[in-house]
DNA sequence: ACAAAGATGCAACTTTGTTGCGTAAGGGGG
DNA sequence: CCCCCTTACGCAACAAAGTTGCATCTTTGT
């Protein structure tokens, strides 16, 4: 629940973010939004959590892993970070993503999403020449026929191959 | 590459298994189909190649991690396991999931599999309750429209939530 | 039966992720 | 602005997955 839209008109200056967001590129977050994230989110404002939500909302679309995030802070707690991260996800403002590699990939959440219940019905995509994961802007089919009795809560999916940028050289 | 169906014509006592196979049951497979098998692949027979692959034709359709396999046999080594189960990869027997639980499951592979061309057209159930992931009877959609210039090697549709059994109680 | 190619087993290591606990910091009430 | 309770941080210690190197054993074609 927070906006995140380079082109929309509500990141036009001096506008606020109050509730519902949507991530479709890079954009270095404000400050003043970063910390009405946090407050939505009912999550104590503190130095690390607001440069790791800067962080994730600076790779736009594309997820990264928590090493990644590491070393663009350089200055953060491994183990604290781990934290930040859970809780994000707990919360809502961020899903993972499991793409093969061993190491979960983090991004910001759209919408959709809400504490709790990730409703992550967009598709993945791994590159396995640039080893990058990003979001795609591919919706999961939701007339899937699955057996009877099966509770479904969460899904992903993912595609791994050669991405745009390392397919075109 | 490989046949393994239960109640198909080929299982009926006295069938030799030759190239194409399906896993959809568990079946404890003949020491000689295990051996044809390896054969086929071009992977020498050894006594632990043997037993992977036994025991990963016993769970059928439920994948297990190389720590479960580990146990069921008890005597490899756990170094070991983890190359015959990356061999198995590369000549297309088996295949892997990542479920988001951290590690890596295996299974069969059926019939549209083949060396380093896993066409797991198949969706996997993670259940949250009894912490099983297994091969279901869905098929992933064919018609999704991915931007231009991906090129798509391997999909993967892992959807969680509780299994039929845990459900049913 | 022999030799080359390949598989195994062990040690050592890397990386990811978790848990416990003392200390520091956030935020609401006064 | 300060107090105090709650929560987050940071460190150590740990657990588990997975990898690499290397010497030794096994498989398999000749
Ligand atoms: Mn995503
Ligand atoms: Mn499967
Ligand atoms: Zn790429
Ligand atoms: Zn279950």
Avoid at 48 to 72: F, H, M, P, Y
Avoid at 142 to 156: A, R
Wanted: charged fraction near 25%; hydrophobic fraction near 30%.
């Amino acid at each position: 629940m927070a906006f995140l839209d380079f082109n929309h008109e509500r990141f036009k200056p001096g506008f606020e973010i109050t509730s519902t967001f949507v991530v479709t590129n890079n954009y270095r977050m404000k400050d003043t939004e970063i910390t009405n994230l946090l407050h939505n989110a009912n999550l104590r404002v503190t130095k690390s959590r607001k440069e790791v939500l800067q962080a994730l909302s600076e790779t736009g679309d594309q997820a990264i892993s928590s090493n990644e995030i590491e070393q663009k802070l350089s200055e953060i707690d491994r183990i604290t970070l781990y934290r930040i991260l859970k809780a994000y996800e707990d919360a809502g403002l961020v899903h993972s993503i499991a793409d093969g590699t061993g190491k979960k990939k983090y991004a910001m959440c759209s919408s959709n999403c809400s504490e709790g219940d990730h409703q992550d019905n967009h598709v993945h995509f791994y590159c396995r020449v640039c080893d990058t994961t990003s979001c795609l802007n591919v919706v999961i089919p939701t007339n899937l026929k699955f057996p009877t009795n099966y509770l479904v809560e969460e899904q992903q999916f993912v595609v791994s191959g050669i991405c745009k940028d390392c397919h075109n050289q």
